[in-house]
């Protein structure tokens, strides 16, 4: 069992940082691999990035790619996002999850199997 609470959304001009938290209940966070996913209004939720277990490999749609970083610490059990150069389009509820499988993490909402709450992120052109 996994609980997932996501934080540090919020109002932000555009080419502004932002960086969301996952906090991960339990003592067995390392055992999961971890991604992000939006949902602009009226859009299906999609694909931002995922980690690895053990965070040596990363995952990322293409629109985000040098401008988020995902990144965890197993000892925190905690999970990141690191949002930087922000643009009206990521206006979305962000949200973390988790997956048992082995593979690596990626688009499949399928393979995850818990999910938190999520947390608005707002860009102001």
């Known amino acids: 069992q996994m609980q997932l609470v996501e934080s540090g959304g919020g109002l932000v001009q555009a080419g502004g940082s932002l960086r969301l938290s996952c906090a991960a209940s339990?003592?067995?966070?390392?055992?999961?691999?971890m991604g992000w996913f939006r949902q602009a209004p009226g859009k299906e939720r999609e694909f931002v990035a995922a980690?690895?277990?053990?965070?040596?490999?990363?995952n990322y749609v293409d629109y985000v790619k040098g401008r988020f970083t995902i990144s965890r610490d197993n000892v925190k059990n905690t999970l990141y996002l690191q949002m930087n150069s922000l643009k009206p389009e990521d206006t979305a509820v962000y949200y973390c999850?988790?997956?048992?499988?082995?593979?690596?993490?990626?688009?499949?909402?399928?393979?995850?199997?818990?999910w938190g709450q999520g947390t608005q992120v707002t860009v102001s052109s």
């Open positions: 339990g003592r067995t966070f390392s055992s999961y691999g």
């Open positions: 999850a988790a997956t048992r499988s082995s593979a690596v993490p990626g688009q499949d909402q399928g393979k995850y199997d818990y």
């Open positions: 980690i690895t277990r053990l965070g040596y490999i990363t």
